[in-house]
């Protein structure tokens, strides 16, 4: 399994009345594996994994194998703040025919360095799959440093890290690790073009639910070293990685999904777009129907 390029942090659409649609799922999936996406995350902080009971979970990421059919690695979040825990929902997505585990750093506990070398340690022993790191420190509370990623690439289960700090020179410090087994993913849009011109091997991306030919093309161009194109594209869809984070994600990417006709609404303690942000919304919904159009129809552009 290589993780490489444009990966979707996909969404989770929920009908009118709050239940999964799985039919939406289905669309969802279908149209990034279309668009060329490289790899599929179900169930991470952008799938309100928070807000899912495990028969859900199970679900979304039963459906996502069938229909991907093995095309491109799927990844399940399977991160909870105890370790027992995360374990069992690695083994749980090891049998689904997950091909990696996505698992954050435990929120909330604060474990200490110690703490966490143990965990991803245990994870990656006993919980039958992959697992790459996911490095979030404004949603756990807790950092994962270099001094440790260092330490647990050397693990042979664990084939990443997700590192969702936009610093340049922390960035820069993973590339000693990259290599065949460990793959270094950018956690953020806005940032994911320039560290992939530095070195990192992709993004996992919440942009790419609403454009994902837009952010393939944007990594083909980074991953090709083609520097003034990636960046010139990445001005393009400035607009959309300003907008992700006007609110809680994944708040307004789902407004702009729910415009485009795949799923409706969130789970509570997350609530709508507020109204203020609405006209923002339906500007985007424009902006992402002219990106795709241009990338399937050139004389579109």
Request: proline share 6%.
């Amino acid at each position: 399994m290589r993780l490489t390029g444009s990966i979707t942090a996909l969404a989770t659409p929920f009908t009118v009345t709050g239940e999964l649609d799985l039919d939406a799922w289905r669309r969802l999936l279908q149209a990034q594996i279309a668009a060329g996406t490289q790899a599929l995350v179900v169930a991470g902080s952008t799938g309100e994994a928070a807000s899912l009971y495990a028969s859900e979970h199970d679900a979304l990421l039963r459906t996502a194998v069938e229909c991907v059919g093995g095309r491109v690695p799927v990844l399940a979040g399977t991160g909870h703040s105890g370790t027992a825990r995360t374990i069992e929902a690695t083994r749980r997505a090891a049998a689904l025919g997950a091909d990696a585990a996505l698992v954050v750093v435990p929120p909330y506990v604060r474990p200490t360095a110690a703490g966490m070398l143990a965990h991803y340690r245990a994870v990656a022993d006993e919980g039958d799959l992959p697992v790459v790191m996911y490095n979030v420190p404004q949603r756990t509370g807790c950092d994962l440093t270099p001094d440790a990623v260092a330490e647990l690439a050397t693990h042979p289960r664990i084939a990443g890290i997700k590192e969702a700090v936009s610093d340049p020179q922390r960035l820069r410090a993973w590339q000693a690790l990259r290599g065949d087994g460990f793959a270094v993913l950018s956690g953020d849009d806005a940032t994911a073009a320039q560290a992939m011109l530095d070195g990192a091997d992709g993004v996992v991306s919440v942009v790419s639910n609403l454009v994902p030919s837009a952010m393939r093309r944007l990594c083909d161009l980074a991953l090709a070293g083609q520097r003034d194109d990636a960046l010139a594209w990445n001005a393009r869809l400035q607009p959309l990685f300003d907008f992700v984070v006007l609110e809680s994600n994944p708040i307004p990417v789902k407004a702009v999904l729910d415009r485009l006709g795949i799923g409706r609404g969130l789970r509570l303690p997350l609530t709508p777009l507020s109204e203020r942000h609405q006209a923002d919304a339906a500007r985007i919904a424009a902006l992402v129907d002219t990106l795709e159009r241009s990338l399937r129809d050139p004389l579109a552009a």
